[in-house]
């Protein structure tokens, strides 16, 4: 039984996983608590965990039914992160560790999203057994990057983004058209009913020969294009319209660059995870590039896109079954944390 900690930006969360398999996965969420700033404010969000913590890890103790003496080991999100908000989980989940005297694991964020597809069901259970080599399309808030997962133990980063990150172009955008935060979700809902052939929006990097990302010039267009057009977000059609626009900019250069990387690659599969795997429009256009160019997908549940602890004690689990080294009792986190 191991007992896993996530509190790398905005999200406080406590897991417990046994055997591969999620016992209890408990999230509490800050989105209302930053949503009067627009994004999240560092300060605030350590606070939050703070907070938050002793209360998440009893509810998902008590939701997988046990007591701290039945937890084995113990596992937190080392980096990348906020470093005060990583402080908070890391820091506890040593402490934990060490009065129970049992392993801790200080994992990458990032290498437990690359192997969140591969947890599926319900209850949620890691299919290791099923893995095979792929490309991965991490795309969040605060990254975008495509991995070639050669095995289960060896990756290499392909490409990232070289300044705004797939979701943050998505929360700027909704912060111009005067959406809620954060703006991709409502970005997403308004795309429903709106035209994406409206209005042509640039798609940068799009047919340059490497696995990078850009987004900040799509941002500044949306800017440009609202400033030439006073009171344009007034009438709702429009607006749909731009919203399922802007949309179809972000997702053909995600599918794009994942399919063209796949393809070089010569690997049979494509996963995607992070929180913007949860948009609509991107999950069906992967699924209809992978079906047309015969490639297998594995998306991430949308439960597990978000940031999470049961995708952490997942991997920290497999991790100890395959004799990885445990973490020091007085390691630090790494915000900074490269994937590779």
Not at 28 to 50: F, K, N
Request: charged letters at 20%; glycine letters at 10%; aromatic letters at 6%.
């Amino acid at each position: 039984m191991l007992l896993a900690f996530e509190t790398s930006c905005d999200e406080t969360s406590a897991a417990l996983a046994h055997h591969g398999r999620v016992l209890a996965s408990v999230v509490a969420s800050q989105v209302r608590l930053h949503a009067e700033y627009g994004g999240v404010v560092p300060e605030l969000a350590a606070r939050e965990h703070l907070r938050n913590l002793l209360p998440v890890a009893r509810a998902a103790l008590g939701q997988a039914n046990v007591g701290p003496a039945q937890v084995e080991a113990v596992a937190a999100t080392r980096g990348p992160g906020l470093p005060g908000a990583l402080l908070v989980g890391f820091k506890a989940a040593q402490a934990v560790a060490f009065v129970l005297r049992r392993p801790f694991l200080g994992i990458h964020h990032h290498e437990a999203h690359l192997f969140s597809p591969w947890i599926q069901g319900q209850p949620p259970t890691a299919a290791f057994s099923e893995f095979e080599p792929n490309v991965s399309l991490i795309a969040s808030g605060g990254h975008t990057m495509l991995v070639h997962l050669e095995s289960e133990s060896h990756h290499r980063l392909l490409g990232s983004t070289v300044d705004d990150a797939a979701g943050e172009c998505f929360d700027k955008v909704g912060k111009l058209l005067g959406l809620p935060y954060p703006g991709g979700p409502e970005i997403d809902r308004l795309a429903q009913g709106g035209n994406a052939a409206a209005f042509s929006f640039p798609r940068p990097m799009l047919n340059e020969a490497n696995d990078d990302f850009s987004f900040s010039g799509l941002k500044t267009s949306v800017r440009y294009f609202l400033r030439d057009r006073p009171g344009f977000c007034g009438d709702p059609q429009r607006l749909r319209d731009l919203a399922a626009s802007v949309q179809a900019a972000i997702v053909e250069v995600l599918v794009t660059k994942t399919l063209r990387a796949a393809r070089r690659l010569g690997v049979g599969c494509v996963t995607a995870s992070g929180g913007v795997a949860c948009n609509r429009a991107l999950r069906h256009g992967l699924a209809g590039a992978c079906s047309g160019h015969g490639l297998r997908l594995r998306l991430a549940d949308p439960s597990l896109c978000t940031d999470n602890a049961a995708m952490i004690g997942v991997v920290a689990e497999r991790q100890l079954m395959r004799r990885a080294e445990t973490t020091s009792p007085t390691a630090e986190i790494l915000p900074n944390w490269p994937l590779d």
